[in-house]
């Protein structure tokens, strides 16, 4: 095998093994309380990481089953924080802090 086709095939192979990006709350739409990634009727679970576009600011946390879990940090586009607290079942809890 070529040298550039073994660089081409081991790029190709780390790429597919790599983990797959986060999603970005702007990849979401809210239904009924719920998020779902767009055009799905399924709940999205996964995490949540980068820039949403409205607000010029980024989230990063988990959603489960449609809802808000575990830890959320939002920072502004400087990265200093605007927020942070956690959530289980999708409710806020009351540690829940506002820079």
């Not at 980068?50 to 489960?64: L, Y």
């Not at 200093?80 to 959530?87: E, P």
């Amino acid at each position: 095998m070529k040298p550039i086709n073994t660089l081409l095939a081991l790029l190709f192979i780390s790429l597919l093994s790599s983990p797959s990006w986060g999603e970005t709350m702007d990849d979401l739409v809210e239904r009924n309380g719920l998020y779902y990634q767009k055009f799905t009727d399924v709940p999205f679970t996964g995490e949540i990481t980068g820039p949403i576009a409205v607000d010029n600011w980024s989230e990063q946390g988990s959603v489960k089953n449609g809802k808000r879990e575990g830890a959320w940090v939002s920072n502004y586009s400087d990265w200093q924080i605007a927020s942070k607290g956690n959530y289980k079942n999708g409710k806020q809890s009351v540690s829940y802090v506002i820079y």
